[in-house]
């Protein structure tokens, strides 16, 4: 516990008298029980009523979550946690204590498996061709570090969290997958505890969203539930991505994208044909300065342009060698 949370709980019980003072972290109780932390404001309305604090029957609490609609199973659910919280804070903790997590989340313990996820993922969000091309650049940047750099490691690794994250650009097809996806479902299942909720999607299409007039940034629009149907149909036309027929890669922001894989498989052709042990670091730096373009959009052109800067200082060294002082030193 911090410092200040510390302080905070001292001050409370010193205005309000210790034996007035219950302390209990409801947001990362409700989260862990829940998985979602906006729940905790209705695990504090159990856990207040349990202790006798709300002058109010727990029926009619949750006849209110009833008539509010929202999220009823979950916030059910977090009033009878929080009042459990109150008669048996041991048996409650026990119940969020972390367990294993899912496959999906389970981070990856080895470059095999890196690989073999990207790849299974990569043969879904285009085909087994696409991912095969990201396999058989890995398995190059792997045998070239063993034999033009041996004792090193990090280059392969680098090639394959970096490739996998150009490749797998999250366009329109993309966006479409994941929400029809049986992946997503479950998750909402799992947070709110219905399959009955409707949806409302705030997004920016490239071909149909304004422009802000003070910024120049598209503007999101809103978009109801049938557009469920639409990601389904779309999800089945990934094979157009890329292609002369696919009407979103006409935008600028998907040609970039496109460029930047074809930018990074023309520098992996150098990395691997320079490649030494006095310039494995700095070929590491360039393999990961993929990590640097983040987000989306207008936003993600800002990295863009600090990353290319980055880049093309590091591609300089790379060429150049190690300084002269240091090979004199040798």
Not at 13 to 27: H, I
Not at 106 to 115: F, K, M
Request: net charge positive.
């Amino acid at each position: 516990m911090s410092i200040t949370r510390c302080r905070l709980k001292r001050e409370i019980a010193a205005a309000a008298g210790l034996e007035k003072c219950r302390f209990v972290d409801a947001t990362r109780l409700a989260n862990a029980l829940l998985g979602n932390a906006i729940s905790a404001n209705i695990f504090l309305v159990g856990y207040a009523y349990q202790i006798g604090a709300l002058p109010l029957s727990a029926e009619a609490i949750e006849r209110a979550i009833d008539l509010n609609g929202e999220a009823v199973a979950m916030n059910r659910s977090a009033f009878r946690f929080g009042r459990y919280a109150a008669v048996d804070p041991a048996a409650v903790e026990a119940l969020a204590a972390p367990k294993e997590p899912d496959e999906a989340r389970r981070l990856s313990q080895s470059l095999d498996e890196i690989v073999s996820r990207r790849v299974a993922f990569l043969t879904d969000y285009q085909d087994a061709a696409y991912a095969e091309r990201y396999r058989a650049l890995v398995e190059k940047a792997k045998a070239t570090e063993a034999t033009r750099a041996p004792g090193k490691q990090g280059l392969a690794e680098a090639v394959a969290r970096y490739l996998f994250k150009l490749m797998a650009y999250k366009d329109e097809y993309e966006v479409a997958r994941l929400f029809a996806g049986d992946a997503f479902a479950k998750q909402v299942q799992a947070a709110f505890g219905s399959d009955k909720l409707r949806f409302e999607f705030h997004l920016a299409p490239p071909l149909l969203a304004p422009k802000d007039k003070r910024t120049g940034a598209p503007k999101k629009l809103s978009f109801g539930p049938w557009m469920m149907t639409f990601f389904r149909l779309l999800a089945k036309l990934k094979f157009l991505r890329g292609t002369a027929l696919d009407p979103f890669g006409y935008t600028a922001e998907h040609r970039t994208e496109r460029a930047l894989i074809g930018d990074y498989e023309a520098l992996l052709v150098e990395i691997f044909a320079r490649l030494d042990v006095d310039n494995h670091a700095v070929a590491v730096a360039l393999a990961s300065i993929p990590e640097k373009i983040r987000v989306f959009g207008h936003i993600k052109a800002r990295h863009l342009a600090a990353a290319k800067a980055e880049e093309a200082a590091l591609l300089e060294r790379f060429r150049s060698g190690p300084p002269q002082y240091l090979k004199a030193a040798e």
